[in-house]
């Protein structure tokens, strides 16, 4: 088992920045890949960005690029989302989850969650 607490939310105006944090306990936190996903109202969950075990490979999702930076600390047992240039569609609901495939090259398969964090951004 691997929980996941999320934290960095809150209430940004747009141009803005915030940093998330997922620090991860249970299993060896180092040796699997994440992801950050996001939830706004009325919504279904979509696909932010990813990170593999050692950093090597990262992915975001075309909305983001440029202006997320996905990256973890494999000592601190954390992974983070600097988010820059907000904009108000970057509102919802972000997770951290973690990839239980071995190989970054097979289809993602996310098997923990956490609890999610607010981020609003007001225009």
């Known amino acids: 088992q691997v929980q996941l607490v999320e934290s960095g939310g809150g209430l940004v105006q747009a141009g803005g920045s915030l940093r998330l944090s997922c620090a991860a306990s249970?299993?060896?936190?180092?040796?699997?890949?994440m992801g950050w996903f996001r939830q706004a109202p009325g919504k279904e969950r979509e696909f932010v960005a990813a990170?593999?075990?050692?950093?090597?490979?990262?992915r975001y999702v075309d909305s983001v690029k440029d202006r997320f930076t996905i990256s973890r600390d494999n000592g601190k047992n954390t992974v983070y989302l600097q988010m820059n240039s907000l904009l108000p569609e970057d509102t919802a609901v972000y997770y951290c989850?973690?990839?239980?495939?071995?190989?970054?090259?097979?289809?993602?398969?996310?098997?923990?969650w956490g609890q999610g964090t607010q981020v609003t951004v007001s225009s």
């Open positions: 249970g299993r060896t936190f180092s040796g699997y890949h």
């Open positions: 990170i593999s075990w050692s950093s090597t490979y990262t």
């Open positions: 989850a973690v990839n239980t495939q071995i190989s970054w090259n097979d289809h993602p398969k996310y098997d923990y």
